[in-house]
């Protein structure tokens, strides 16, 4: 089944611990990007990925960090987690950047302490 | 600064009815737009799309209209549904650019 899989679900943390969210995508996609969703804001990008080793940063790219080593997977780093990174995080992947549907995960809830 | 806002957070309707759900943005050189829907515990998902070329385009019950002189979107749903009951999101993009706008979404409640 063609799927974007984050993992973890849910995760509660404390400020400064350093945490990784993982995102692996199993439809060979090219682009593939980090959102965090907050309630009157809607979906804002954190990071993007056009392939293999090239990525940039999205709209809000600030105490974040991701690599992107292989096609398939995206992890989201955060080096020491703040509270005002506590939000919903969503992995999303497609075939190229050019007005291309995306694919997104299930979602990752973060709390920071 | 928002680029892309929806500024109904909320919409009720009956079923049966039309629903219709607005969007507007600022930067006209998006060319590109997209309606994702979202179900509580889920990802969203695409819904449908337009490209600045067209000013509308169907599939099934959901029609998105595109006025660009007013650099604003609709989307309509004929007859709405139970399970059309979801946030919808608006997106929009350049073509030469990776990044993707979305507004802060618009949460549909279908009454019964």
């Known amino acids: 089944e063609a799927q974007v899989t984050q993992n973890p679900r849910y995760l509660i943390t404390v400020t400064g611990k350093k945490l990784t969210v993982t995102c692996s995508q199993n439809?060979?996609?090219?682009?593939m990007s980090w959102y965090r969703q907050d309630p009157g804001l809607g979906l804002r990008q954190i990071y993007y990925?056009?392939?293999?080793?090239?990525?940039d940063k999205g709209d809000v790219p600030e105490g974040y960090k991701v690599s992107r080593k292989e096609k398939r997977n995206f992890p989201l780093i955060l080096e020491s987690p703040s509270p005002n990174q506590t939000s919903l995080y969503f992995c999303?992947?497609?075939?190229?950047?050019?007005?291309?549907?995306?694919?997104f995960g299930s979602g990752t809830q973060l709390s920071v302490l | 600064d928002q680029q892309v806002k929806q500024n109904s957070p909320s919409l009720s309707v009956q079923e049966g009815r039309i629903s219709i759900l607005n969007c507007d943005y600022t930067n006209s050189m998006f060319d590109y737009f997209l309606w994702y829907k979202k179900y509580p515990a889920e990802g969203p998902t695409f819904l449908i799309s337009?490209?600045?070329?067209?000013d509308k385009n169907e599939d099934g019950r959901f029609t998105v209209f595109l006025n660009k002189s007013a650099k604003h979107l609709s989307l309509h749903i004929v007859p709405s549904q139970p399970g059309d009951s979801a946030v919808y999101f608006c997106?929009?993009?350049?073509?030469?650019?990776?990044?993707?706008?979305f507004g802060a979404g618009t949460t549909v409640t279908v009454r019964a």
């Open positions: 337009i490209s600045s070329i067209k």
């Open positions: 439809m060979n996609h090219e682009y």
């Open positions: 990925s056009m392939n293999v080793e090239v990525t």
């Open positions: 999303a992947s497609s075939l190229s950047r050019l007005n291309e549907k995306l694919f």
């Open positions: 997106a929009a993009q350049q073509t030469n650019d990776y990044k993707l706008s």
